[in-house]
């Protein structure tokens, strides 16, 4: 299993960035995906969620209404638009995989940084 995030980087606040995680070495279509985000001196914070499908999603309060979460099965690759970003939101950005033949799979981030 292997999951590789990108797209973080430096944005102003009130700016947006998608973040984009390639998955590969399972049955990508059968399985939810999720997005945390670890902060500076702060535990990881789950954010996102999307069914296997794509047909169901679920977001923590902090980001909702302004982050997205998506999918595309036929790339193996599943997506963070964040919009609207705050300083708060400063964090490195890490794509999971649940349960996965009795583990669980992290990617080793990227990092988005909210500065004027």
């Known amino acids: 299993v292997q999951l590789v995030e990108s797209g973080g980087g430096l944005v102003q606040p009130g700016g947006s960035l998608r973040l984009s995680c390639a998955a590969s070495g399972f049955t990508f279509s059968s399985a939810a995906m999720n997005w945390y985000r670890q902060a500076p001196g702060k535990g990881r914070e789950w954010v996102a969620r999307?069914?296997?499908?794509?047909?169901?999603?679920n977001y923590a309060d902090s980001v909702k209404g302004r982050f997205a979460i998506s999918r595309d099965n036929a790339k193996n690759m599943v997506y963070l638009q964040t919009n609207n970003l705050r300083l708060e939101d400063a964090a490195v950005y890490y794509c999971y995989l649940l349960g996965y033949r009795n583990r669980d799979y992290w990617g080793q981030g990227t990092p988005v940084t909210v500065s004027s």
């Open positions: 999307i069914t296997s499908d794509g047909s169901s999603t």
